[in-house]
C-alpha cells in the first residue's frame, strides 16, 4: 500500500479527547506515544489524560442522558443504523489504521470493523422488542414491570479488538439510552479516535459518547469512584478485572466483566481430523493467537495423536507471518516486546519440563521482522500439567498439545482451571456432544465449530473469566434496570 496514503489515514485521525461534542487537548497538552508493532516505529502522539478531564467526560455523558434517554427506541435505532452505515462506508481506512496500530492483517481488521457495524444494526432493532411486563395482582391493581437505562456507563476497552471491543459495549449501551465514556487501550487509542470521528461526522448528539485516552490508573480510578457512572463495562485481563471489581464495591455499580481464557479444545477419535486441523489453524492464527477465546490447550485423544499431529504441523509450516499490511499475511506481529518473553518463558518452563518442540518455539529474525514483535508459529508435545502452559493463558502463536484417552479423564482436566470462556470440542457422537456439552464449564461451547461469536448470540464467561453478557437478547438487558410499579386506579 502507498506509504503516503497510510501517512495521511493516520494523519487524519484527531489526537485528542472527544468530550460533550468537542474535540480537546488533554490538560497541559500531556500526549503519549502510539507505536506499530510490526516495526517498533512511534507513528502518532495521542492525549494523554488523568483524572479532571475523565470527570468532565462524566459531566457531558450526565447531561446528555435525559434526551437521549427520552428518545423513543426508535429514534435511538435510526442513530445506531447511522453510525453503522458511518463505519460501514469508512472500513477500508479503519482498517488500515487497526493494522498500523495493532499489527494484525488488514483482512482481519476489516472483518472485525463491519462485525462492529453488524452489532450496531442488531441492536438497533433488538431494542424495539425490549418489552416490559404487565402481572395480573392479587386485588386489581396494575402491576408494569418496566426496563430503564442505567444512566452513564463507563466502558474500559482491551488492544485485541481495538473496534469490536468498543461497538460490542456502546451499541446496547447507548441503544437503550444510556450515554457512555469510553476508556480504550493506550497501544491502540487511533481505532477508537477514528470511530468517535465518524460518530462526530454524522452528528450524534453532543455528550452522548466521549473518549477519554491517556493514564489508565488515574481515568480508572475516577470512572469507578464517581457515584454518577452506574454501570462498568470492561473487557481485559482478568488481574485488572479483579481490581476494578474491588474498586466499584464501594458506588454499587452493576458490572460487565469479559476476562481472560484458557480455551481447551478437544478433538475426540471419531473427529473428521482434516476439518479439525484446518479449524484449529483458522482460529488459533486469528489475530496470531492474541483472542480470550483463542484454543489454547489442545486435547487428542491419543489414537488419532500421531496422524493429528504431522497434519497439524505441516498446516502451521503454511501460516505466513508477516507485516499485517501484506495482503499475504495469515497473521501479523504480537503487540509488545513483553508477549514475546512471557511466550519464551512459558515454552523454556514446559521444555524443561519433558515437552517436545514440533515446530517453531522462537521468535522471527531476519530484515522485515527484527523491528518488530514476531514469533514462529509454533507446536509443542507432551504438555502435561505440571507446566505453567497448561493453566496460563498464553495469547500468541502457540499450540500445546495434551494427549488423553478417555472422556471423563478429557473433561475433568479441561474444566482444570480457573477460566470458563470458551472451549470447542469435536466429535459426531450425539451421546458424546450432549454429554460434554454439558459438563464444560465455559460460558460458550463450540461443537464441530470454531464460530461462537455472532451479534446474535451471548458472549461471555464464567468463572474468573467474568459475567455479564454481550451481544445477544441477553447483552441488550445487561444495560437496563428493572423497575415495577402498581398502580392503583380505584378510586
Ligand atoms: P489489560 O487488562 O491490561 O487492559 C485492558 C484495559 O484496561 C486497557 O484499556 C487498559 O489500559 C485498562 N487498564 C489497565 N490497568 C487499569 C487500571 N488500573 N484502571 C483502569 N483501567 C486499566 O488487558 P489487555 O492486555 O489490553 O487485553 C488482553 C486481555 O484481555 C487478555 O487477558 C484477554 O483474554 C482479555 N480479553 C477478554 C475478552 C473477553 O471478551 N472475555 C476479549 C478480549 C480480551
Known amino acids: 500500500m502507498d506509504k503516503t496514503k497510510i501517512e495521511t489515514l493516520i494523519e487524519e485521525v484527531p489526537k485528542v479527547l472527544f468530550i460533550n461534542g468537542q474535540w480537546q487537548e488533554a490538560d497541559g497538552g500531556k500526549q503519549t506515544e502510539v507505536i506499530n508493532p510490526a516495526t517498533g516505529q512511534v507513528i502518532a502522539h495521542v492525549a494523554n489524560a488523568g483524572e479532571k478531564e475523565t470527570e468532565q467526560a462524566i459531566t457531558a455523558a450526565e447531561k446528555a442522558f435525559p434526551k437521549w434517554s427520552g428518545l423513543t427506541a426508535d429514534e435511538r435505532g435510526a442513530w445506531l443504523h447511522k453510525m ?71 466502558a474500559i476497552t482491551p488492544w485485541n479488538f481495538p473496534s469490536a471491543m468498543i461497538t460490542r459495549k456502546m451499541a446496547p449501551a447507548i441503544a437503550v439510552g444510556n450515554t457512555v465514556v469510553l476508556k480504550p487501550s493506550p497501544e491502540t487509542p487511533l481505532s477508537a479516535l477514528a470511530l468517535m470521528a465518524l460518530f462526530d461526522k454524522i452528528g450524534l448528539p453532543a455528550g452522548v459518547v466521549n473518549i477519554v485516552t491517556g493514564d489508565a490508573k488515574a481515568i480508572g480510578g475516577v470512572l469507578t469512584a464517581d457515584n454518577r457512572v452506574r454501570k462498568l463495562t470492561f473487557t481485559g485481563s482478568t488481574a485488572v478485572g479483579k481490581m476494578l471489581f474491588a474498586q466499584s464495591a464501594d458506588t454499587v455499580k452493576k458490572l460487565s466483566l469479559e476476562l481472560g481464557g484458557h480455551a481447551p479444545f478437544i478433538v475426540f477419535e471419531d473427529a473428521n481430523v482434516d476439518k479439525v486441523v484446518a479449524d484449529l489453524v483458522a482460529a488459533k492464527f486469528r489475530n496470531n493467537g492474541q483472542v480470550c477465546t483463542s484454543p489454547n490447550r489442545i486435547f487428542v485423544h491419543e489414537s488419532i495423536q500421531a496422524t493429528f499431529t504431522e497434519k497439524l504441523v505441516s498446516a502451521v509450516e503454511q501460516v505466513k507471518i508477516a507485516n499485517g499490511l501484506d495482503e499475504n499475511a495469515s497473521a501479523g506481529p504480537l503487540i509488545r516486546e513483553d508477549a514475546i518473553e512471557k511466550i519464551d518463558k512459558q515454552l523454556d518452563d514446559a521444555k524443561g519440563k519433558g515437552a517436545k518442540i514440533l515446530s517453531g518455539g522462537e521468535r522471527l529474525t531476519g530484515a522485515e521482522f527484527d523491528d518488530g514483535y514476531f514469533y514462529k508459529p509454533t507446536v509443542i508435545t507432551g504438555i502435561t500439567k505440571e507446566m505453567a502452559i497448561f493453566y496460563e493463558e498464553t495469547f500468541g502463536p502457540v499450540l500445546p498439545i495434551i494427549t488423553f484417552n478417555e472422556d471423563d479423564e478429557v473433561i475433568e482436566a479441561a474444566n482444570d482451571t480457573l477460566y470458563g470462556l470458551a472451549s470447542y470440542f469435536y466429535t459426531n457422537d450425539i451421546g458424546r456432544i450432549a454429554e460434554v456439552g454439558r459438563r464444560l464449564q465455559y460460558g460458550m461451547v463450540g461443537v464441530n465449530s470454531i464460530n461462537i461469536s455472532y451479534p446474535q448470540t451471548p458472549f461471555g464467561g464464567v468463572k474468573h473469566s467474568g459475567f455479564g453478557r454481550e451481544n445477544g437478547a441477553q447483552g441488550l438487558s445487561d444495560y437496563i434496570q428493572v423497575k415495577f410499579l402498581n398502580i392503583t386506579y380505584k378510586k
Do not use: Y
Open 84 to 154: 453503522a452505515d458511518a463505519i460501514r462506508g469508512a472500513a477500508k481506512d479503519l482498517a488500515v489504521v487497526m493494522t498500523i496500530e495493532q499489527g494484525k492483517p488488514l483482512n482481519q481488521a476489516e472483518a472485525e470493523i463491519l462485525s462492529g457495524a453488524a452489532c450496531l444494526d442488531w441492536n438497533a432493532e433488538e431494542v424495539k422488542r425490549l418489552k416490559g411486563e404487565t402481572i395480573p395482582g392479587p386485588t386489581g391493581e396494575l402491576l408494569l414491570v418496566q426496563h430503564e437505562p442505567l444512566g452513564v456507563v463507563a
